[in-house]
Structure formats: structure tokens, C-alpha cells
């Protein structure tokens, strides 16, 4: 168990709707990764936060976004779903403080768009 | 922005060496990475090397480190087919960042 959890596990979903991911990063991380993996192109980064703000922006398309809430959860919101977004949708929680901590991944996301 | 490539796809015999490589373009990492993605399952940490070394030797995994090139590479001796997975290079900066490649395929065929 990484400590990294994500909801829903699997997704399943008409075109044109929208949905919302959820991820818990790690006790103590401050740093959230989405990720989007497919087969043809492998992991995309999307997005990161930290501590709330946006660290650093990937290939996130425009019906995406995301947040990183008080708390420390972080959402990934699609929108206007298209056939081509269905793919294993990832979160890692990552370090913050020196030394060798690596970024934990969960289990993923499977979304399937119809 | 700073990137991390790898090939997408491997394929070796069982009992062969596979050797995956990986390049980077940030000078300021700290610590580089491989991570395993088993079929099913989400990534997760094989083994890491600190940029001042060149090599560190773990079993069957050896990572070689060129710092001046920016390549990072991971050989698995003796290959098995309970190898077979999704390879993932990444690097850490001096920020605590950290970017990964986006991953490559390792079939091993018996």
C-alpha cells in the first residue's frame, strides 16, 4: 500500500459528460502529480500542485482541470469526455523535504468513455 | 520545461540482458529513478541512484548514471518473464520535483 488512494477505481462513461477524480496524497506530502496513461503514448503529466497552488502544467488539455484543496486532496476534473480520454489516469504524492523520498503512486483510475 | 525520454517499447529473450534507457535534460537532479508498473497495477519504486554515483549494483539490476551525458540506463541480468512490465525512468530536482519518462514496455519472450 503506497498511501496514495484514488476514487473511483473504475469509471465508466457516456461521451460529452464530465467527471471528477479523487485523490489522497500521502500523510505529510504536499506534492500532487496527475498523470494520464494510454498505450499508444505511455504516462502524460498533466498537472502538479503544491500546498494548494499550481506547480507545474503538462500536456492537461483545456476540458481538464484540477485542484488542490486545504486538506491536501487534490480533484482532476474532465469535461466534455471524448472517446480518446478513456485511459488509466493516475495521482503520485510527493516529497517535499531533502533526503531520498521518491513520489508514491496510487492504484489509478480507469476511465472508460463510451 | 525539463523532460525525461525513454523508448516506449522492449522486447528481449529470456535469459538475455535487457538494458532500458533513459535521458534527461535537468542538470539540477538530485536523485534518478526507476519505477515498475506491473500489468494491473499502479508504478512503483525498483531502485534510484544519487547523481554523484555512476553505478549501483542491486541483484540483477545495475544502474548506470552518466551525468555529463544525462543518461540514466537500467539492466536487468538474466531476464525472466516475470520481468515483463512497464519501466519508468524519473528524476528528482533541487526543488523536490520530480518528472518521470513515459515509460517503457519490457516483453520478455520465452
Not at chain 1, 497552488?53 to 488542490?68: C, D, H, M, P, V
Not at chain 2, 531502485?47 to 540483477?60: A, H, L, P, V
Amino acid at each position: 500500500d503506497s498511501g496514495v488512494t484514488q476514487t473511483p477505481k473504475h469509471l465508466i462513461t457516456a461521451t460529452g459528460q464530465r467527471v471528477t477524480l479523487r485523490c489522497s496524497p500521502r500523510s505529510g506530502d504536499l506534492s500532487v502529480y496527475w498523470y494520464q496513461q494510454s498505450l499508444d503514448q505511455g504516462l502524460q503529466f498533466l498537472i502538479q500542485y503544491y500546498n494548494g497552488e499550481e506547480r507545474a502544467k503538462g500536456n492537461i488539455l483545456e476540458r481538464f482541470s484540477a485542484q488542490q484543496f486545504p486538506d491536501l486532496h487534490s480533484e482532476l476534473n474532465l469535461s466534455s469526455l471524448e472517446l480518446g480520454d478513456s485511459a488509466l489516469y493516475f495521482c503520485a504524492s510527493g516529497p517535499f523535504r531533502k533526503g531520498n523520498t521518491e513520489a508514491f503512486f496510487g492504484q489509478g483510475t480507469r476511465l472508460t468513455v463510451v | 520545461g525539463e523532460d525525461v525520454e525513454q523508448s516506449l517499447f522492449l522486447s528481449v529473450r529470456e535469459g538475455d540482458s535487457s538494458v532500458i534507457n533513459c535521458t534527461y535534460t535537468d542538470s539540477s537532479s538530485t536523485y534518478l529513478y526507476w519505477y515498475k508498473q506491473e500489468p494491473g497495477a499502479g508504478l512503483q519504486l525498483l531502485t534510484y541512484i544519487f547523481s554523484n554515483m555512476d553505478m549501483k549494483q542491486d541483484q540483477r539490476l545495475t544502474v548506470l548514471l552518466n551525468k555529463k551525458d544525462k543518461h540514466l540506463s537500467l539492466r536487468i541480468a538474466d531476464t525472466q518473464t516475470g520481468d515483463s512490465a512497464i519501466y519508468f525512468c524519473a528524476e528528482r530536482d533541487n526543488n523536490n520535483d520530480m518528472r518521470f519518462g513515459a515509460g517503457t514496455r519490457l516483453t520478455v519472450k520465452p
